[in-house]
């Protein structure tokens, strides 16, 4: 994706493989809501719908990497994204150890 540095692409694609969890190359409503679960976020079925018609531009009801791309893409424009990623890395980072393990997302 444009503007994106090598290593952006590579913290991109290793955090898409922590919701991908059967490795298809494709996140289902079932892996947003176990991976949101595990962040200790207790979303309804209404938010997680919500949440996938957003991302899921395609509409076919899974979230390709393309699609995911565009998220973070449309998150860093907004100017919050950096502060919103590390967040999120923060709340993955159980054991605060500065790595997430895929222990920590299960």
């Known amino acids: 994706m444009e503007g994106l540095t090598s290593e952006q692409m590579v913290a991109f694609q290793e955090a898409f493989l922590l919701f991908d969890k059967n490795g298809d190359g494709c996140i289902t409503l079932e892996e947003l809501a176990a991976v949101t679960r595990s962040l200790g976020l207790e979303p309804t079925d209404q938010e997680l719908n919500d949440m996938m018609r957003e ?4 509409g076919n009801g899974i979230i390709d990497f393309q699609e995911f791309l565009s998220l973070i893409a ?3 424009k907004d100017g919050d994204g950096d502060e919103e990623l590390k967040e999120a890395f923060e709340v993955l980072d159980k054991d605060q150890n500065g790595f997430i393990s895929p222990t920590e997302v299960v």
């Open 55 to 58: 991302v899921d531009t395609d």
């Open 74 to 76: 449309r998150k860093m």
